[in-house]
């Protein structure tokens, strides 16, 4: 079964751009999705496809993706980003068909 | 708006039985497919199955595989969990999340979760 890797914890000063990154083989045959989960509360999704946002996520929130990492970007982070946020894909093994990254707590000093 | 919500949870012994429901409401049921991912206490989010819009195709990962049963009654716009032969790293709080087409894609709406704890 394939992976995804993703840093345990980031950091970035409010009102900075922080990169969060997500690694793993099955990236390079398909996209990477993205979640936000804040304590106590569930995951909502960020970013999908490409680069999608659902409606009502800030345009601050954006995705990209090179070879086998894909990245969400926040532009500008403010306080109420703080949170942890999933990266997620298929895999191709099939076993199993859904993969989701270990997390990233990202704090916005 | 789109409403899921999970029901069910509860504290059962360790090779207990349990049945999660989750009710949905808002979209159209029967057109989109239906996961489970579920969180253990402080750590991450784990897939744990999936069912076709239509109950025709299901997957599971290994770690619940001959042990969950996942399915549907699109009459009801419910989805369920039939959870047997629980164990203690069952323990977790149990999602239903909406698939945004009639397969595996993305999780576009997410209940609040139902906790499980298998405990004796």
């Known amino acids: 079964s394939s992976e995804l890797t993703q840093d345990p914890a980031v950091s970035v000063a409010l009102g900075q751009t922080v990169r969060i990154t997500c690694q793993g083989d099955?990236?390079?045959?398909?996209?990477t999705s993205w979640y936000q989960q804040k304590p106590g509360q569930a995951p909502i999704l960020v970013i999908y496809g490409k680069n999608n946002r659902p409606s009502g996520i800030p345009d601050r929130f954006s995705g990209s993706s090179s070879r086998n990492t894909a990245s969400l970007t926040i532009t500008g982070a403010q306080a109420e980003d703080e949170a942890d946020y999933y990266c997620?894909?298929?895999?191709?093994?099939?076993?199993?068909?859904?993969?989701f990254g270990g997390g990233t707590k990202l704090t916005v000093l | 708006q789109v409403q899921l919500v999970e029901s069910g949870g509860g504290v059962v012994q360790p090779g207990g039985s349990l049945r999660l429901s989750c009710a949905a409401s808002?979209?159209?049921?029967?057109?989109?497919?239906m996961h489970w991912v579920r969180q253990a206490p402080g750590k991450g989010l784990e897939w744990l199955t999936f069912?076709?819009?239509?109950?025709?195709?299901?997957h599971y990962a290994d770690s619940v595989k001959g042990r969950f049963t996942i399915s549907r009654d699109n009459s009801k716009n419910t989805l369920y969990l039939q959870m047997n032969s629980l164990r203690a790293e069952d323990t977790a709080v149990y999602y239903c999340?909406?698939?945004?087409?009639?397969?595996?894609?993305?999780?576009?709406?997410w209940g609040q979760g139902t906790l499980v704890t298998v405990s004796s």
């Open positions: 099955s990236l390079r045959n398909y996209y």
């Open positions: 999340a909406k698939s945004s087409s009639s397969d595996l894609g993305d999780f576009d709406y």
């Open positions: 808002g979209f159209n049921f029967n057109i989109y497919g």
């Open positions: 997620n894909s298929r895999d191709s093994s099939n076993n199993p068909p859904v993969v």
């Open positions: 069912l076709w819009y239509d109950g025709s195709n299901t």
